[in-house]
T-cell receptor
């Protein structure tokens, strides 16, 4: 374990479903991130939260909705996804946002059917 | 927009061969540079990072990288690879205090025993 825990590890959902991905870190970090890793594409930064406030949103479709209730928890709420949203979703955390992303979780493998 | 390119999609080497993976970025200002590694079935891990100072950076597991500002490059090297180095390697760049964290597409390294 890295100190960044993601659940579930695997998720299969229909296009009309609503689900949430959860990320939890016990490293005392104050910044958390959501990334999307698709096959044959660069790792994409989706959202950055620093001190529980969103500081970056890289034009992510509104069917992805992040939530950061505190500095240890990060959620990604999913609704009406498309098959092309199938990917590995990685959570990460760091102390501050200037030093790069220090620790990644193992990811949630999402399949949209 | 900032971008990161990695020259090789897939590199195949025999054990004890020397490794160099290319990474180039497009941003002209001050950057922080990173190499991450993802072993099969595992999470992303930070290999090494460059912020300032000596452009030759040493990381974990015998890896090093050299920042050449004039070439906008940050190539990863290892003098003698092992089978256990088989993994995917990602170069990443950030500037503006981490608010534009960009990963390269990754290079898959296969080391033959």
């Amino acid at each position: 374990e890295t100190g960044v825990t993601q659940t579930p590890r695997h998720l299969v959902m229909g296009m009309t479903n609503k689900k949430s991905l959860k990320c939890e870190q016990h490293l005392g970090h104050n910044a958390m991130y959501w990334y999307k890793q698709s096959a044959k594409k660069p790792l994409e930064l989706m959202f950055v939260y620093s001190l529980e406030e969103r500081v970056e949103n890289n034009s992510v479709p509104s069917r992805f909705s992040p939530e950061c209730p505190n500095s240890s928890h990060l959620f990604l709420h999913l609704h009406t996804l498309q098959p092309e949203d199938s990917a590995l979703y990685l959570c990460a955390s760091s102390q501050g946002t200037g030093a790069g992303v220090g620790t990644f979780g193992s990811g949630t493998r999402l399949t949209v059917v | 927009a900032q971008s990161v390119s990695q020259h090789n999609h897939h590199v195949i080497l025999s054990e004890a061969a020397s490794l160099e993976l290319g990474c180039n970025y497009s941003y002209g200002g001050t950057v922080n540079l990173f190499w991450y590694v993802q072993y099969p079935g595992q999470h992303l891990q930070l290999l090494l990072k460059y912020f300032s100072g000596d452009p030759l950076v040493k990381g974990i597991k015998g890896f090093e990288a050299e920042f050449i500002k004039s070439k906008f490059s940050f190539n990863l090297r290892k003098p003698s690879v092992q089978w256990s180095d088989t993994a995917e390697y990602f170069c990443a760049v950030t500037h503006n205090y981490g608010q534009n964290f960009v990963f390269g597409p990754g290079t898959r390294l296969s080391v033959l025993p």
